[in-house]
């Protein structure tokens, strides 16, 4: 159980372009999906809180009008990168809580999103 | 504000040692600790998790050790295997969904 899948699991674009990454959990409801970035030898860097039904909140420094996060239901969130730069080139990380198995703490992850902008 | 952090950046041992990654957290508020194994190219597989009123949590070949005194969190790896070797992230929650993340540690495990 606790299954999180991410797609694309790797993409390159032009710089302008936008770029939509999804999140499911596959066998259990997440009221709550996390958004993170990763870069090499780095450790996970929290963007934004999804929560399901409302606006997600975005961690300092983290531009909510390039990163436009989107929880449309308990097993669904998109994370559109919107006029990516080649700054915006990382790994892309999602994380679901699964509030029926060891708490709202627990967090799951995807297998990430590499995205490289040309 | 307050991290988490690793002591060693990397750990080397032998197939079959047993290995021990270490973690400081300095929250004195989080109540709730998590390992993480990333495994190059993949995201975090959670391991292991135990909760600030206990000690001591056992799992399949591994076991977290937790100090709140010191602050001090601990991953044990019995019989350490050449499909161990990953960096292993220790993460704290102090109350709320968020987790904190520690900047890991490497695992090379040579057979």
């Known amino acids: 159980g606790a299954v999180v899948s991410q797609h694309p699991s790797w993409v390159i674009c032009k710089s302008g372009t936008s770029v939509k990454i999804e999140c499911r959990s596959l066998d259990f409801q997440a009221t709550t999906m996390f958004w993170y970035r990763q870069f090499p030898k780095q450790s996970l860097m929290l963007m934004a809180t999804s929560n399901e039904g409302s606006k997600a909140t975005y961690e300092q420094g983290v531009e909510k009008d390039k990163f436009l996060i989107n929880h449309a239901s308990l097993t669904l969130s998109t994370l559109t990168v919107t006029s990516a730069h080649p700054e915006d080139s990382s790994f892309y990380i999602c994380?679901?809580?699964?509030?029926?198995?060891?708490?709202?703490?627990?967090?799951?992850f995807g297998p990430g999103t590499r995205l490289l902008v040309l | 504000g307050e991290s988490v952090g690793l002591h060693l950046p990397t750990l080397s041992v032998q197939e079959g040692d047993n290995s021990i990654i270490n973690c400081a957290y300095s929250n004195s508020a989080s109540d709730y600790f998590i390992w993480y194994k990333q495994e190059s190219g993949k995201g975090p597989q959670f391991i292991i998790d135990?909760?600030?009123?206990?000690d001591k949590r056992q799992g399949q070949r591994v076991t977290v050790l937790l100090n709140k005194t010191v602050k001090h969190l601990s991953l044990q790896i019995a019989a350490t295997q050449p499909g161990d070797s990953a960096v292993y992230f220790c993460?704290?929650?102090?109350?709320?969904?968020?987790?904190?993340f520690g900047k890991g540690t490497m695992l090379l495990v040579s057979p």
């Open positions: 994380s679901a809580s699964n509030w029926g198995g060891r708490g709202k703490e627990t967090q799951y």
């Open positions: 993460a704290e929650n102090s109350g709320y969904s968020t987790l904190t």
């Open positions: 135990i909760r600030s009123n206990m």
